[in-house]
């Protein structure tokens, strides 16, 4: 009896959910989810919010504590994570354990938020909060402040939505109301399985609302005990592991280079166009052929066990999942043959082996300002700090990720090699995509840490590039957080100079012939009126030859030029810059493909549009 009526039921539900759309009156138009409290309900509960974890701020169970002012602990029960430090998945859905409180009508959990630079209420509702709540809200449970103008420091409450069951529904067995923010790739069958709710009873406690029209908006899911939440799983055993593939394939890749320059070595050799050295030969003699082999096999054994644990490491540095790891002194000196000649890339950067891997190891006398910034950034485009050392005499050692094509002036002013005839020029693509490495790499620098970092430094010696030439920003030196808008007007001219020596192949800041800057020729050349073009191509690198768009070189000449305005305030910012060089990567390479596609491949390309 019992079974069937419940049978009955789901074909109902089923019924509902499939024909939902046809039926006019099912869903209405205004129909909300409803978070009010009545008589009826009760003035307080326990319940959950459902919070995705997500980079850069909240990737670990501590900075979700924080930001709800939960404890950690309660965080890692809720979810059955088996300590606090356990490595959250990118994108995790958490469950966070909240009290609820019905403040007469409305059923809200306070949650108390310190502005930070560049906040607004609906900045921070979208943002940190995931809309949880909505600004509208949070304007009223904040009247003495006045929206546009929040202090950095000033206490705000944000009412996170929420809602108690009820008599009723706790009868019918429902014990939480979750409150869930709705996915554009949500459906209901994948949201009531991931929570093992009823399908029904979703659609029951959020008034049969239209599930489309609720995207990015706070819903409830009713469930009769906590969930384990089933997600999607990225990365199947962790970042761990995708950090592991990462090295691994750093490794492969700098196997691969090692016998592409074996490969050149012999061509020159044969075509005896070099009597002393090629510089790439000069750095991988015989024994480093014997611990590159011996690297590949330890590189094999060590994918099953993983030693270095990451430690931690100063105060508050604790927000990134790949914290550096403290070496033994002796494992540098080992690593760097006691920071052998043989070993050194330049000034005090010495080309290690730990573990089978390469990494660059430079040494310092004073590391903190270095160490200050670059536990502060995360970013493709700027070297990653993998390590940290120090010794007995006051030196300390950071371990960074090698970079197998050294730094980009060794490729742009090859003449500064000791003991070079040739290295290949950089093609257009490369030189464009670099630009758009460093432009990608100041602008997270310059807008998307807080505060704000300038490099202070930015020249060609400062940007290595790894093995597929991806462009990365190094040395910090001289980097510190951005006090005044004038000190990143300063990187933007640098950047300027760096797209000027891309294009010419000359360096930017020495004297020419006249005695004039280098740099500054390019204004000549941008101001001789009708014939730009001619006079760009006269003036352009020649080992580009004609392997260049002309009109992508004159947008990369007049940014260059804009970079380098006399008046600070007239540069553009890192974020037109990115944007303008994103656009010509594309149509570049657009372009490319179109003029080296086979005729029958851009017929296929076309085909699906036009059969529609
Ligand atoms: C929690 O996770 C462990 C494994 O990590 C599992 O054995 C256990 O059943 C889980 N507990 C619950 C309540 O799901
Ligand atoms: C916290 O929420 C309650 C509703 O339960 C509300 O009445 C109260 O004003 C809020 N507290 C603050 C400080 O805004
Ligand atoms: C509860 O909060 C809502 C939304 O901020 C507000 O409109 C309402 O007046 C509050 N009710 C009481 C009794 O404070
Ligand atoms: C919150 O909603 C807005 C649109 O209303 C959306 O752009 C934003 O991505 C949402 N935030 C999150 C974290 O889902
Ligand atoms: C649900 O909302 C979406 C977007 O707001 C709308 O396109 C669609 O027609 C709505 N469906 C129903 C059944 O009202």
């Given at each position: 009896?019992?079974?069937s009526l419940?049978?009955l ?15 006019s ?9 409803d ?9 307080s509960c ?6 995705r974890?997500r980079s850069p701020?909240y990737v ?19 979810n059955n ?8 998945k990118p994108?995790?859905l ?9 403040n007469?009508?409305?059923y809200?959990?306070n949650?108390?938020?310190q ?17 949880l ?10 009247p ?5 103008k929040l202090e ?20 019918r ?6 409150t869930?923010v ?7 069958s994948?949201?009531s399985?991931?929570?093992?709710a009823s399908?029904a009873d979703?659609?029951?406690e ?13 819903v409830?899911i ?19 592991s ?5 090295i691994?394939s ?16 012999l ?6 166009l ?5 510089m790439l030969?000069?750095?991988l003699?015989?024994s480093?052929?014997?611990?590159i082999?011996?690297m590949?096999?330890t ?10 644990i ?5 105060p508050?540095v ?10 033994d002194?002796?494992?540098i000196?080992?690593?760097?043959k006691n920071?052998?000649d ?7 950067v010495?080309r290690a082996l ?6 660059a ?10 160490l ?23 030196n ?12 980009l ?5 090859p003449e500064?090699l000791?003991?070079s ?9 490369q030189?464009l ?6 432009a990608n790499?100041l602008?997270y ?8 970092i ?5 020249q ?13 920003i190094?040395?910090?030196s ?5 006090t005044?808008s004038?000190l990143?007007?300063a990187d ?15 360096k930017?800041?020495?004297?020419n012939?006249?005695g004039?800057?280098?740099w500054?020729?390019i204004?000549?050349?941008l101001?001789?009126?009708?014939d730009i073009e001619?006079g760009?191509?006269l ?11 002309i ?5 990369l000449?007049n940014?260059a ?6 008046k600070s305030?007239?540069?553009p ?6 944007f ?10 657009e372009?490319?493909?179109r ?10 390309h076309?085909?699906p549009v036009?059969?529609?």
């Amino acid at each position: 009896m019992v079974s069937s009526l419940h049978s009955l039921l789901l074909v109902f539900f089923l019924f509902i959910l499939f024909c939902a759309p046809y039926i006019s009156a099912q869903p209405t138009a205004d129909a909300d989810t409803d978070f009010s409290c009545s008589s009826d309900s009760p003035d307080s509960c326990e319940t959950y919010l459902s919070f995705r974890a997500r980079s850069p701020d909240y990737v670990n169970v501590g900075s979700i504590s924080d930001l709800f002012g939960v404890s950690r602990l309660s965080i890692a029960k809720a979810n059955n994570l088996s300590s606090e430090d356990e490595l959250l998945k990118p994108n995790q859905l958490l469950l966070v354990p909240i009290e609820c409180n019905c403040n007469g009508s409305r059923y809200f959990s306070n949650v108390t938020y310190q502005i930070k630079k560049d906040d607004s209420f609906y900045f921070v509702s979208i943002t940190a909060f995931e809309n949880l709540t909505n600004f509208l809200l949070v304007q009223d449970m904040n009247p003495t402040l006045v929206p546009n103008k929040l202090e950095i420091g000033d206490e705000v409450v944000f009412p996170l939505l929420c809602r108690c069951p009820n008599k009723a529904l706790r009868d019918r067995g429902i014990k939480y109301l979750i409150t869930y923010v709705w996915q554009p790739a949500d459906d209901i069958s994948s949201v009531s399985s991931m929570f093992k709710a009823s399908p029904a009873d979703v659609l029951v406690e959020n008034n049969y609302r239209n599930f489309t029209a609720a995207l990015c908006l706070p819903v409830l899911i009713p469930v009769s005990e906590l969930p384990e939440l089933v997600q999607a799983d990225p990365f199947p055993s962790g970042p761990r592991s995708a950090r592991q593939r990462h090295i691994l394939s750093a490794i492969v890749g700098t196997i691969v280079a090692f016998f592409i320059c074996m490969l050149f070595s012999l061509v020159v050799y044969i075509h005896r166009l070099c009597r002393k050295k090629m510089m790439l030969e000069r750095n991988l003699s015989n024994s480093e052929y014997v611990d590159i082999i011996k690297m590949k096999k330890t590189a094999i054994d060590e994918k099953f066990e993983l030693k270095a644990i990451p430690e931690k490491l100063l105060p508050g540095v604790s927000g990134y999942l790949d914290k550096p790891i403290i070496y033994d002194e002796k494992v540098i000196m080992e690593a760097t043959k006691n920071l052998s000649d043989r070993y050194r890339i330049g000034g005090s950067v010495y080309r290690a082996l730990i573990n089978g891997k390469v990494f660059a190891v430079k040494k310092f006398h004073d590391v903190t300002e270095e160490l200050k910034i670059l536990q502060r950034v995360n970013h493709a485009n700027l070297v990653k700090l993998i390590g940290i050392s120090t010794d007995n005499a006051g030196n300390c050692f950071l371990v960074y990720e090698y970079a197998e094509n050294y730094s980009l002036d060794k490729w742009l002013f090859p003449e500064s090699l000791s003991s070079s005839c040739s290295v290949a020029p950089l093609t257009w693509t490369q030189r464009l995509n670099i630009a758009l490495d460093v432009a990608n790499g100041l602008h997270y620098m310059h807008e998307h840490s807080r505060p704000s970092i300038v490099h202070g430094d930015l020249q060609t010696s400062n940007i290595l590039l790894n093995s597929k030439f991806k462009a990365k920003i190094c040395n910090f030196s001289t980097a510190r957080p951005a006090t005044c808008s004038l000190l990143l007007e300063a990187d933007v001219f640098a950047f300027g100079i760096l797209l000027f020596e891309l294009l010419s192949g000359r360096k930017g800041m020495e004297a020419n012939e006249k005695g004039e800057i280098v740099w500054k020729e390019i204004r000549g050349v941008l101001e001789t009126g009708k014939d730009i073009e001619e006079g760009l191509a006269l003036w352009i690198d020649k080992s580009l030859e004609s392997f260049y768009p002309i009109g992508g070189a004159l947008i990369l000449a007049n940014l260059a030029a804009v970079c380098t305005a006399e008046k600070s305030s007239a540069r553009p910012s890192m974020t037109e810059i990115v944007f303008n060089l994103s656009f010509l990567t594309q149509s570049t390479s657009e372009m490319d493909e179109r003029s080296w596609a086979e005729p029958e491949e851009s017929l296929r390309h076309v085909s699906p549009v036009v059969g529609r």
